[in-house]
């Protein structure tokens, strides 16, 4: 009864209580596309979003449910929806809200499929993205323009790790009455909640720390439901007539939640990117943990930057928790436990450098994912970007020395080791 | 919809369909520092099931403007007012908190006649303590943060809800925090004040029903037994959850009210 719980109970226990009849003490697995109708009116009832309810799991699932609950506690958000994956969130979000004729402004330094869904994707359906620099609200607020429907950001860039002064952000929108709308898969809501900052919709690539083990892919909209919609004409596709549904205004009858109302009755009913509940059970179990690992990735990354920033065979490490990091004193403010478990890091010696290094490392996994609960390591030059040159790179942001590490959980002198394995093969090379 | 009503904005929630004076009305009167959203579940239900249904957003509530009334009179006498400006009799009043007791007020002033009253987690009084009525004046928002938190049963707490994907903390939050920031003072010291619950109570003279909350500390469940002893044949069931049942427990709720209408007539 009004017990307030904390965070980390809440990783283990929001959005599941057992229920009365089997006890079942872990999440159900709802494995079902469908719920039989106890009566018509019941059926009806589901249909015109009179009560809450499951009806179909394109739409809704139980298992999926109570991942969004949990989300949405652990955000503190009027309401969440998983989906599919982190992209399917994002462009959930952004056709929820904008249509044909209208503007997004968008950082300029982001992860490649947010870049390229605004780039290049959303200008064919008429929806154009100016990018800005994500360290500069000012630059921020001078782009956006009176058709702008949304601004978007990473809290913490991939891979580049810029910070978005999320606050200073957010005063900007809201007085001009735009969603600021965040990708905060690299802080997850242990180290940084972007409701308390200001900020109104957030969304998450789940696949990544949040689900935390590499075995799920999986994204969410996690609603702020402290944005007011009212503006009809700005927003007429929350406010507005709806084409359904005897032409209700979801702002008028869903208040907070209109959003993910709008999302449900037109993103998840007419593109379906649903989440399998069996995925969903995976997620909310790394979730469980995760106020435990986030201590532990940062721990070990702040371990690993000391041990990086001293060796001999690395060139330059980056990363916000450092003071030479251009945005160190606002990741500080905004990011007090640590700014994620992402590093980069340059070899000395280059491209083929990093090549050796990567191919010579044993413990560390050399793939393309981040936020595994292993250290995962990639070499942009000779992977993602082995067919730019050096200029080519470096006009977008990287180096052809740059490794990504995502820095794991294992034991933190064993990671040293292999990776002092990589830096023997780099020193043979270069001799 | 939106009325002009008294030189305001009114905003007047009616389930997603459009108001028909010719079918029997509904009136959901909301609670403290509330507005339609806290009534959605019941608002939709009920407009399709064919009543006409009306949510208003009292004056500085949700999208309504105007001046927040400054006692359960007020109150009563706004919501008499607007009923005859929209040419609605024999209504059946359904309150939540303080909306019980603007509910039991509307019937004693009420010129033409109820058709029944419902009392959603009501009771006769609802004395406020002092630290959440200054609360409410210094700090509105922290004030509404910690009604929500008290308001809801384990399910609050739990993230536990019907509604797939929603959170009774964040909705509930943000429901409160769309009012004029002077709205809950206001609404907080009209509950306090009031004090003609018992006659208003034992003057009640058509169908009554009452749904009481197992676990609400807002509206304590002793206080609310007392409270439906003083109204002749009131009909009582108790609820396993908090003070915001018809979220915590919507089609429970709905189907305990839908049953009590189709006795009526
Ligand atoms: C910051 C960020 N956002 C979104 C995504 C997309 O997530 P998903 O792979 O779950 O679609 C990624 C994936 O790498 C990412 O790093």
Redesign the pocket.
Known sequence: MSENYKFDTLSLHAGHIPDKETGSRAVPIYQTTSYVFNSTEEAASLYNMEVGGHLYTRISNPTVAALEQRLAALEGGASALAC???????HLVVSAICSSGDHIVASSK??G??INLLQHTMPRFGVKTDFVNPNDPEAINRAIKPNTKLVFG?V???PGLDIMDVPEIAKICNSKNIPLVL?A??NTPYLMQPFKHGANII??????WLGGHGIA???AVVNGGNFDWGDKDKFPTISGPHFALGGISFWEEFGPSALIAKIRAEGMYNFGPSLSPTNAFHLMQGIETLPLRMKKHIENTHSILDFLVNHEMVEWVKHPDLETHPDHEVAKRILPKGSGSIVAFGIKGGREAGKAFIESVQLASHL????DAKTLLIHPGSTTHSHLSSEAMKEGGLTDDMIRLSVGLEDINDIKKDFERGFKAVKKLNK | MIINFKDAKTYIGTGGKSLDNTKKTLCFLHGSGQNHLSFVQQARFFAYKGYSVIVPDMPAHGFSDGNPCKSIKENAEWINDLLVDLKLNDVVVIGHSQGCLVALELNRILKSSLEALIFVAGSNEIPVNQFLLDLSKEKPQKACQMMVTWGHGIDGDMSINKWPGHSHYGEGNNIMCMNKPTALKYDLHSCNDYSDGIDAAKNIKVPALAVLAKNDQMTPLKSGLKFVELIKNCETHILDCGHFLPSERPMELNSIINSFLSKLK
């Open positions: 599919s994956s982190g992209m399917a969130a994002m982001m992860y499929a947010n990473e913490i860039g991939n990708d898969t690299f969304v998450h690539s789940l696949t990544k892919i999986g994204g393309a994912n981040v936020g």
